[in-house]
């Protein structure tokens, strides 16, 4: 802890889940912090902070419990409801057309409703979803968006997590099996440096979930038991479930499987910080470079796109544009904005448009059986990446002749 | 009620492609298979028009779709290649010989030549010798050296400038799977390259990376191609199994699991060092050639060299365990290394000394 690179003086965040790993972290960062006079302090202040995922998982309230813990230490828990990824007000995202067989593509556009409540959006956002191992990945990301806002509007600089090796390994496993090798080594990193503003620190990934249940044995810490959304479905409910299952009990019969995992993906770089990689808006991870065409490079799924690279056709607009410019979305305000609707595919990741393909898949599903199909609805912070991004875009495009680029 | 194909919306889907879980007719799933296939091709210009294309064939499903396909593919596209079949007798009583036959079968039905090389007569050993003598275990890592070895002779000797093998997509996420479980990090840097080269070597590539398994049995079923399937008499190998079993679970929870772990490792790939030159990093591996056979190595002697020297000299775990221990435990028992492997450098000549060798082969 001593040796990270999070500068002294610096507010820190620590993620505590309630488990057994976050409940010995929050252990060792609170004795770290603890007031010693024989030396300085290395963080300036610590904010603790538990995401509620009952309105997706359900399970206890652990609150008080959680609460009680973190004042054992002296300090506050500040406990943030997973609905609150849906502001009051703030804008949502919701699909304007339904999805199309042909093309990976999601048109979405950013209303401000404040019809329903909060809850109620998060279950509609998770039910548009569908499938178990893409509401897992969102339930991640989510969570993860929730603890970098709390960060934020905390003045802290760093997010400090209890990944363990277990975990870790079978995070490696899960990720390239979801296509998100890419961005790989940032979720394995013990200091991660993605973020321009935060960085993400690991520092239980060399201890192994035995090793942990030991060390809170032992030091008779006290820990809630945090259910997931699989918890007691069958093995092949979902690819997080089934990987779990999969590196335990490979663990078991080969004891290095989790240190072999874990350290091989240490070692494996990818290029996410070449120049230009831009930002997911979902999963806030690195997009690969080819993450549009490479699909449907490599699994034609109708005949039309097959030929032209570029596999996006361009949204209905109600403003007219008197020239091709081939921005999707209107082009005739002086910056496009995320308030109109545009292909969310464009501003994702790899990994992370296997959500359209499954909200896509679920929707003929619903249709099939008579169902009502709900559409697409995401959270606000998704438009602050693509306006940024589309912005950039923008930008370019009006300097984009007095730019000087080479041949090569 | 019919229902109509996905794809093209008039004839009546018949089948539901495992990759995307569209259902669609039979024709528009030879179109898209096809059409995969030649964006492969094209995307990675694994061929130049001219080229002498060997395909290595064992007579089994990939292979005998993969000659198929490449046949038709360059016709329909006109890349104005010169196909051959090259296969390995490893000399298995009951499986390769079997499966010769399909290969047999294959020159006739697509009028390719036909080129045959067996262990016996490069190393003068089968695979049912190495087996009597080094029992069940490791006879993998023969087969394995000596193939990789035999196909690059058998090439040689057809003068062809390029090898295409029918690995599939399943292979290859099983094979980056695999390295991360063993924690083969230079392995899992070069697994999911389509193609190798190196200055020494014939380069190969697999036409099949991004196709599935289940796809290629299908496209045979339909197209009612022939093949042999039967898994290796000699073949249990446990921790492969997980791997297999792993992402076959995968692919029932999300068909595109496969494509996904295939584009996940190709992001962990770097380039690879050439012929003689240092790894980055400093390390010692550097590509140079066998001082017995000219094969290309990473040592002094290329891996089928020590493991033949082995068998020749009755201690067969030569080339698995630590060399340089077991060298040094059976030190003064006899050094005769008996037969060794013909001289790289040599396979050229006897090439031009024999013109008809291809012919006198396919006659048989």
């Excluded at chain 1, 975990?167 to 394995?188: C, E, N, W, Y």
């Excluded at chain 2, 840097?189 to 036409?207: F, G, L």
Aim: net charge neutral; aromatic share 6%.
């Amino acid at each position: 802890m001593r040796a990270t690179k999070v500068g002294v003086g610096k507010k820190v965040l620590v993620g505590f889940s309630g488990g057994l790993s976050s409940r010995v972290l929050l252990h060792h960062i609170c004795a770290f912090h603890a007031v010693d006079p024989r030396k300085n302090r290395k963080f300036s202040g610590l904010t603790i902070c538990h995401v509620d995922q009952r309105a997706i998982v359900g399970g206890e309230n652990h609150t008080e419990t959680l609460r009680s813990i973190v004042e054992s230490y002296g300090h506050s828990l500040a406990v943030i409801p997973l609905e609150d990824i849906f502001g009051d007000d703030s804008r949502t995202f919701v699909q304007t057309q339904s999805g199309n067989e042909d093309t990976l593509s999601l048109h979405v556009k950013g209303v401000t409703s404040s019809a329903g409540s909060k809850v109620e959006k998060l279950q509609r956002c998770f039910t548009s979803i569908g499938k178990l191992s893409s509401k897992e990945d969102l339930l991640h990301y989510l969570t993860m968006q929730l603890l970098y806002e709390t960060a934020r509007s905390t003045q802290c600089s760093a997010v400090i997590l209890g990944d363990n090796s277990t975990r870790v390994a079978i995070r490696v496993m899960t990720q390239i099996s979801k296509g998100r090798g890419f961005s790989m080594p940032l979720d394995v990193a013990s200091e991660s440096t993605w973020l321009p503003d935060l960085m993400l620190l690991r520092p239980l990934r060399d201890v192994d979930s035995k090793e942990i249940a030991l060390c809170n044995q032992y030091e008779n810490l006290k820990s809630v038991h945090v259910p997931n959304l699989t918890t007691g479905m069958p093995v092949k409910s979902s690819i997080d479930r089934l990987t779990e299952d999969f590196i335990t009990g490979l663990q078991r019969d080969f004891p290095s499987t989790v240190s072999t995992v874990a350290r091989t993906a240490f070692k494996t770089p990818t290029r996410w910080n070449a120049e230009g990689v831009e930002r997911c808006a979902l999963c806030n991870g690195p997009i690969p470079p080819d993450a549009i065409n490479w699909r449907s490079r490599h699994t034609v799924s109708s005949f039309s796109t097959s030929t032209t690279t570029s596999t996006t056709s361009p949204p209905p607009t109600d403003a007219t544009c008197s020239t091709d410019c081939g921005i999707t979305g209107s082009c005739c305000s002086p910056t496009p904005t995320s308030s109109d609707p545009f292909d969310l595919a464009l501003h994702l990741c790899y990994g992370c448009q296997n959500f359209i393909r499954d909200a896509r898949d679920e929707a003929e599903l619903v249709k099939k059986r008579g169902g009502e199909v709900v559409p697409v609805t995401l959270p606000g912070y998704v438009g602050e990446t693509v306006d940024k991004a589309r912005g950039r875009e923008w930008m370019r495009k009006e300097i984009g002749e007095f730019l000087v680029e080479d041949d090569e | 009620m019919p229902r109509p194909c996905a794809l093209c919306a008039t004839a009546r889907a018949v089948l539901k492609r495992p990759k995307t879980g569209q259902q669609i007719c039979k024709d528009c799933f030879y179109a898209v298979f096809e059409t995969e296939i030649h964006n492969t091709i094209i995307d990675n210009a694994l061929f130049k028009r001219g080229q002498k294309v060997a395909i290595a064939a064992s007579g089994g499903k990939d292979s005998t779709v993969l000659a198929h396909v490449m046949t038709t593919l360059n016709d329909r596209y006109d890349y104005g290649l010169d196909l051959f079949l090259l296969s390995v007798d490893e000399g298995i009583t009951g499986y390769r010989d079997d499966s010769l036959e399909t290969v047999k079968r294959n020159e006739q039905q697509y009028g390719i030549p036909l080129k045959i090389v067996s262990y016996q007569e490069l190393y003068g050993w089968s695979m049912d010798a190495i087996v009597k003598e080094v029992g069940m275990k490791n006879n993998c890592t023969f087969c394995g050296v000596f193939r990789r070895q035999a196909l690059d002779r058998g090439a040689v000797l057809l003068n062809v400038d390029h090898i295409v093998t029918g690995h599939n997509a399943d292979d290859i996420a099983e094979t980056v799977l695999m390295n991360i479980l063993r924690g083969d990090f230079s392995r899992l840097q070069r697994c999911t390259s389509i193609s190798t080269a190196t200055d020494e070597t014939i380069p190969r590539s697999k036409p099949f990376k991004y196709t599935y398994e289940k796809e290629i049995v299908m496209y045979a079923y339909f197209k009612k191609l022939d093949y042999f399937s039967t898994e290796c008499i000699y073949s249990p190998n446990a921790y492969r199994g997980y791997a297999r079993a792993f992402l076959k679970d995968l692919e029932s929870i999300r068909p595109s699991a496969i494509i996904d772990i295939i584009h996940s490792g190709e992001h962990f790939e770097t380039p690879q060092p050439k012929l003689g030159e240092k790894k980055e990093g400093g390390g010692e591996a550097v590509i140079r050639s066998c001082e017995r056979c000219g094969y290309m190595a990473s040592n002094k002697l290329c891996k089928a060299c020590v493991l033949l020297e082995g068998l020749n000299r009755g201690l067969p775990r030569l080339g698995i365990g630590v060399e340089g221990k077991i060298r040094r435990q059976h030190e003064g028992k006899s050094e005769d290394i008996g037969r060794t492997i013909q001289h790289f450098s040599e396979l050229a000549v006897t090439r031009t000394l024999t013109p008809n060798l291809v012919t006198s082969t396919t006659a048989s």
